[in-house]
């Protein structure tokens, strides 16, 4: 199993050590997704889907002003499931291979864009792009070119962006008739940063 932070042999109490510096409030330990659809809760909406798309890719649906979790707070992690296509080579921070995030993230695009111009015909076709020129492809520089209009970089962001347009309309297939069935609405909101 791939870990991604720390040694999970040891339990550390973090929500009582929270409490301790933060003694006059009180602390809970949350799920960033989970916590970013309570801040939309509050103020605009019940029943809705948050998704965000930053380092990772992360989704949660809230439904009738309850996140729709299980018992141990999972749901709503579409940057790991499988994406079938010609990047699936690409591996996810989870470790697995072709996961969504692996090449609609923050992170996910700049392996998305070496594997692009690491084709020769991109080369040939893209000859003047400036990300040909880069010694290093970060969200950076891929989002100075995208902000240039560089055509290799908006062929690159259009990579990434289907990805991400294919489990919305998921969801929206799935999860919003089962919603207009049970008499309710259902909004979903997302929010990019790529
Ligand atoms: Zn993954």
């Given at each position: 199993m791939h870990?991604?932070?720390?040694?999970?042999?040891k339990n550390i109490?973090?929500?009582?050590?929270m409490s301790k510096i933060f003694s006059a409030k009180p602390c809970f330990i949350i799920n960033d997704i989970t916590a970013a659809g309570y801040r939309y809760l509050n103020t605009e909406m019940e029943t809705f889907c948050i998704l965000t798309i930053s380092s990772g890719v992360?989704?949660?649906?809230?439904?009738?002003?309850?996140?729709?979790?299980?018992k141990e707070g999972m749901a709503g992690e579409v940057g790991h499931i499988y994406y079938r296509g010609k990047?699936?080579?690409l591996i996810c921070d989870c470790g697995e291979y072709g996961h969504i995030g692996s090449m609609a993230s923050g992170r996910g695009i700049e392996?998305?864009?070496r594997c692009i111009i690491d084709q020769?015909?991109?080369k040939n076709t893209y000859f003047s792009s400036v990300l040909l020129q880069e010694q290093e492809l970060t969200t950076y520089t891929i989002v100075k070119a995208i902000k240039e209009k560089d055509p290799l970089a908006l062929f690159i962001l259009g990579e990434a962006v289907k990805p991400i347009v294919d489990i919305i309309n998921t969801l929206i297939f799935t999860i919003v008739p089962l919603y207009n069935?049970?008499?309710n609405k259902i909004t979903y909101k997302a929010l990019s940063g790529v």
């Amino acid at each position: 199993m791939h870990l991604l932070y720390g040694d999970k042999d040891k339990n550390i109490d973090l929500n009582h050590e929270m409490s301790k510096i933060f003694s006059a409030k009180p602390c809970f330990i949350i799920n960033d997704i989970t916590a970013a659809g309570y801040r939309y809760l509050n103020t605009e909406m019940e029943t809705f889907c948050i998704l965000t798309i930053s380092s990772g890719v992360g989704g949660k649906i809230f439904y009738r002003g309850e996140a729709l979790l299980d018992k141990e707070g999972m749901a709503g992690e579409v940057g790991h499931i499988y994406y079938r296509g010609k990047y699936n080579q690409l591996i996810c921070d989870c470790g697995e291979y072709g996961h969504i995030g692996s090449m609609a993230s923050g992170r996910g695009i700049e392996q998305l864009a070496r594997c692009i111009i690491d084709q020769e015909e991109i080369k040939n076709t893209y000859f003047s792009s400036v990300l040909l020129q880069e010694q290093e492809l970060t969200t950076y520089t891929i989002v100075k070119a995208i902000k240039e209009k560089d055509p290799l970089a908006l062929f690159i962001l259009g990579e990434a962006v289907k990805p991400i347009v294919d489990i919305i309309n998921t969801l929206i297939f799935t999860i919003v008739p089962l919603y207009n069935f049970l008499k309710n609405k259902i909004t979903y909101k997302a929010l990019s940063g790529v």
